[in-house]
Every structure is written in C-alpha cells, then in structure tokens.
C-alpha cells in the first residue's frame, strides 16, 4: 500500500510539475491586460482537419455537445476568412495541467512566463481549474474562465496553450465552442494516454480507490482551496490512461474553423535526441533554436521514466503522444522544465533550454499565423 501510495504521489506531482503552494498565501492571478501550413490529421482521430467533422453527442447535456465545425467565420484550416471586431491578435489562455494553478503568492505554474509575454505587449491570462479531475469537468471551467476573458477584452477569440492535461481541456473548449478559439498548442499533452496512467491504475485494487480519494482530495483541499472541493484524482488518472483518452478522442473531435499545434519534450540520462520522431515538416524556429541540447532529468522525473521504459518520453508522457493536429516538432525538456519547475530552476546540466523563450516564440510564430 505503501509503494502504491508513492507511485500515485509521483505521478500527479510529475503531471503538474510543481511544488505545492503555499496554503496560506492568497490567491492572485494575472488581471485582464494568427494563415497555418496545410495541417496533418490529428493523431488519433483518424479525420481530416480539412473535412467537416460530425459532432458527438456526450451524455445528454447539450453544453457537452461539440459544435458544428466550420460555422465560426473561418476556413476549413483555420484561416481567418473576413475580419471580426476584436480581431486578432488574440488574447493567450494558458491551462496548466494536473495538480496544477494559476498563481498563488510568488509561486506560478507557468513560471514567470506571463509577465514576460506582458511585456512584449501580450494579453495574457492564466486559468484556474480544478487541480484533479477529468477533461469535461475542468473543461467547462477553462471555457467559462475564456467566456470572462473574452468580456473583459472585448476580443473575439482567445489562443489557448494547454499544458500536460491542460491540452485536452483547450481542445474541449474547441470543440464545444469553436468560435471562441482561433488557435490551440499543446505542450507535453498525453493525448493518446500514456502508461504511467495505465500502470498505476492497474495496480490500484478497487478496495483501495476511495482511500486514495480521499487522500487526495483532503491534500487537493489543504493546497488549494475550494476549486478543490470536488476534485476526482481517480477520473484525473483515468483521463490520463489510453482508454480514457481515445473515449475524449471520440466525443470531442477537432473543429474544422480551429488550428490545432503541438510539442512534445524528451529527456534522459543517455538518451539522444529521436531525430524521427521529433522532425517536423514546419520546423518553427522557437523549437529549433534549442535543437543542439540535451537533458537530464530531475529526480522524479528519472524514476516515472523508469516505469514508461525505453520509447522517448519526457519523465511522464511517451513522446508518440504528444502529436495532435501540426506536429512542431519536440524540445529537449522534461515534464517539468516544460513550465519552468521547479520553481524557475534551469533544466538538465548543460542544457540550455528556456522555457520563457520557448513560449516567446510560441506566441511570435501564432502572431505570424494570423492568430
């Protein structure tokens, strides 16, 4: 029970990538201050982005009911077709991923990135979602954090950058209302699942599972507050394993009227850079500026890469995974260096990876896309 308990503690520590805050700091977050290449078909949707899609119906509630795709005023590849008021560029959304925050005190989930992109005369916004649970419940707040974010601007669609899980909560919001959103990128998004998921739900006897929610949401609770209060780390684990991600593959396709991007990260004491799985037919210039590098993982990181094995990952998602939509190509970047944690500290020995100019870039190459 034991060993149980540390796998799990592992694996929702190296999903969100961050140190707990602290629970006595109040919370704060960032006030209210792009023509894409020919797109590949999303890995595990077995559609074409170019092809109107069918909409699933999920569970009966018409809020969980993907729009029709094509009806937002754009292209089938997610080109602007005409001007709109509050147009482009648009407001960045980050969504941080699984056990993840906005800000709280001096501690950032997205570490010190938005002040930066503030300074370049962005308008950027981080988003608070419950810190454990599945895609649909985090994903109607990220939609209603972007509904707010699009009334305090006045703009008429946001970009969302999801990292981790935060990928499959920008792509619900997608879905369900594709005119809100020019542009997703995902960063390190298990969007096939990935087998530290699968492992630990494996092992976990059904006898167990209410004591290990219960843990979880009494640390989820103390850590963050009542955004907490109903988190659901085994719907959050869930979502995270193969099967939970090809059922959110099925129910939320891609909209036509969006462009979707995505990155992936590596990492390894030995490992070399998978040249293969890493190339990219558009080969942005804010990943391959960090091409040269390699990275050694954090601790954590190294002892959930041991339970993935030998295919690339970054120390929690198996590089395949990481592919949706527009493959940019991967970074030399482990799970956490992804965001800039621990705590703003540099990545493997050597590696001169940077995290804040990464998303610089990201965010210069969406402005040169329309976005």
Known sequence: MRRLLLVLALFVFACGGQLPPDPSAPPTSTPPVANPDQPNKPSGTGQDPDRPQTPGVIGGDPDDTPAAAGGNGNNGN????QPTAGGAPYPIVFAHGLFGFDKIGPISYWWNVLPELEKDGNKVF????DPANDSVVRGKQLLAFVKKVLQDTGAAKVNIIGHSQGGFEARYVAAVEPNLVGAVVTVGTPHQGTKLADTILSKVKPAQVELLKAFFNLLGQAFFGEIAKHSDVEAAAKQLSTAGARDFNAKYPDSAGVSYYSVGGWTGILAQKPAAMCQSSIAPQ???????????????????????????????????STKWGQWLGCVPADHMDQVGQMLGDQPGLGNGFNHIEFYRGMVKFLRSKGF
Do not use: C, R, Y
């Open 78 to 81: 997610g080109n602007p077709t």
């Open 286 to 320: 804010f990943v391959m500026q960090f091409d040269k590098f390699k990275d050694t993982p954090d601790l954590n990181m190294l002892l959930t890469g041991l339970v993935i094995g030998q295919q690339p990952h970054d120390g929690v998602v198996e590089l395949s």
């Open 126 to 129: 981080a988003a608070k979602m």
